[in-house]
């Protein structure tokens, strides 16, 4: 069973609107969760890190929330750009272990 | 600086026919490497990693294998490849704060 559950699976929304993706998890103990965009045929590219103690980070339009009580994150998009089109993942890392657990991602479309 | 690269970028093989991926990092020693295998909708599947030279660790049974002959080099290869070895392969380093990834080989077996 997969430890990273990220929802919507796809998104569209038109550009200029805001947009939240979802990432749940079950990674225990948990170290650190990181949120990168992948843009088709690219490596995916960082956007935040947090750890357990962090709540929130931004970078730029992009501000990730993290609630380790529930085990809930969401990445929330300000503004979207067309530029934002890409498949955004969800990535926890456990304290031990060289393991890295992956959502399958959220594939967000943004329109004109 | 911190900088890991992948080659070749793209590649089309007929079955049967080997595979060698090549991954190096720069501006560290004595990385965690990972080669993963992504599937439209299916996310990252981890292959391999090796947490040092000579060392590997494959995490399902496959057409491939891998090698780190070098601190900062890490080889996926295939003697054989199969019609279901086409994908998208990605290396990737962890680093102490992040996860650095390589650009990513497009492989098509036809």
């Known amino acids: 069973k997969n430890q990273v559950e990220q929802s919507p699976q796809s998104l569209i929304i038109l550009e200029g609107k805001n947009c939240t993706l979802q990432c749940n998890y079950t990674v225990s103990p948990f170290s650190n969760l990181r949120w990168y965009k992948q843009d088709t045929g690219r490596g995916p590219v960082s956007l935040t890190i947090?750890?357990?103690?962090?709540n929130t980070k931004s970078n730029g339009r992009y501000t990730a929330t993290l609630d380790a009580d529930t085990k809930q994150s969401s990445l929330h998009i300000t503004a979207s750009q067309l530029s934002d089109s890409a498949s955004y993942i969800c990535?926890?890392?456990?304290?031990?272990?060289?393991?890295?657990?992956f959502g399958k991602g959220t594939s967000l479309l943004v329109t004109p | 600086s911190q900088t890991i690269h992948q080659w070749p970028a793209t590649l089309v093989q007929p079955v049967g026919s080997p595979l060698s991926l090549e991954c190096t990092v720069e501006g560290t020693s004595n990385p965690n490497l990972y080669w993963y295998r992504q599937a439209a909708g299916r996310g990252l599947q981890l292959l391999f990693y090796?947490?040092?030279?000579?060392?590997i660790s494959s995490e399902v049974p496959q057409n491939l294998s891998a090698s780190r002959p070098q601190d900062r080099q890490f080889i996926l290869s295939s003697k054989k490849l199969l019609l279901s070895d086409s994908g998208f392969y990605l290396c990737a380093w962890k680093g102490r704060n992040t996860i650095y990834f390589g650009e990513g080989s497009w492989l098509t077996v036809v």
């Open positions: 947090m750890t357990f103690s962090e």
């Open positions: 090796s947490v040092g030279i000579g060392q």
């Open positions: 990535v926890v890392s456990p304290q031990t272990g060289y393991a890295l657990n």
